[in-house]
T-cell receptor
Framework: GAGVSQSPSNKVTEKGKDVELRCDPISGHTALYWYRQRLGQGLEFLIYFQGNSAPDKSGLPSDRFSAERTGESVSTLTIQRTQQEDSAVYLC?????????????FGNGTRLTVT | AQSVTQLDSHVSVSEGTPVLLRCNYSSSYSPSLFWYVQHPNKGLQLLLKYTSAATLVKGINGFEAEFKKSETSFHLTKPSAHMSDAAEYFCVVSFLTGGGADGLTFGKGTHLIIQP
């Protein structure tokens, strides 16, 4: 079946521009996560959505970062006034629910390059 | 506080020899444990998970892991490495019964290199 879909797969932008990254989770998955992965590094948690609950934004690195999710469907991660340090792969994952036994299903990521 | 430690940032083995990727955790709770693999330019893919059933867990591609509570470990093994196993491997621990972002902790990853 269809997995987690992220778009675009690659994005090159100039410093100071805004970018919007999109994630389509697996249908029926109530939980959705955004992570950032810098080159050669592990995953850095950004934000978590669970159903209609208030999102956990504790991982967002600055107020230039924001994310939205419409119900239990598409999510968008927006980075305003991009900086070179924002260059990374942004990974989205969804899971069936928030239980500890629910594995994450990851998209292939969006590779963001800020020039 | 909970934590997960992958003891090796890089592991290099020859093709056809065993693989051992080490993971230790600390927690006051009984965790759920996962191993994920990430091939270049791809997202993470679930290899296997432990959820308090059998302590020896078999996953995809011939990998398995054993949960040892006394050692707080969940090491990943494979009897015979294949070139296609070259990738980044992440140990992930979920501590809270409610799951969610706070209960999900990723290790820093182990880069597995397979020598021909």
């Amino acid at each position: 079946g269809a997995g987690v879909s992220q778009s675009p797969s690659n994005k090159v932008t100039e410093k100071g521009k805004d970018v919007e990254l999109r994630c389509d989770p697996i249908s029926g998955h109530t939980a959705l996560y955004w992570y950032r992965q810098r080159l050669g590094q592990g995953l850095e948690f950004l934000i978590y959505f669970q159903g209609n609950s208030a999102p956990d934004k504790s991982g967002l690195p600055s107020d230039r970062f924001s994310a939205e999710r419409t119900g239990e469907s598409v999510s968008t991660l927006t980075i305003q006034r991009t900086q070179q340090e924002d260059s990374a792969v942004y990974l989205c994952a969804s899971s069936l629910d928030q239980g500890p036994n629910s594995p994450l299903h990851f998209g292939n990521g969006t590779r963001l390059t800020v020039t | 506080a909970q934590s997960v430690t992958q003891l090796d940032s890089h592991v290099s083995v020859s093709e056809g020899t065993p693989v051992l990727l080490r993971c230790n955790y600390s927690s006051s709770y009984s965790p759920s444990l996962f191993w994920y693999v990430q091939h270049p330019n791809k997202g993470l893919q679930l290899l296997l998970k432990y959820t308090s059933a059998a302590t020896l867990v078999k996953g995809i591609n011939g990998f398995e892991a054993e949960f040892k509570k006394s050692e707080t470990s969940f090491h990943l093994t494979k009897p015979s490495a294949h070139m296609s196993d070259a990738a980044e491997y992440f140990c992930v621990v979920s501590f809270l019964t409610g799951g969610g972002a706070d209960g999900l902790t990723f290790g820093k990853g182990t880069h597995l290199i397979i020598q021909p």
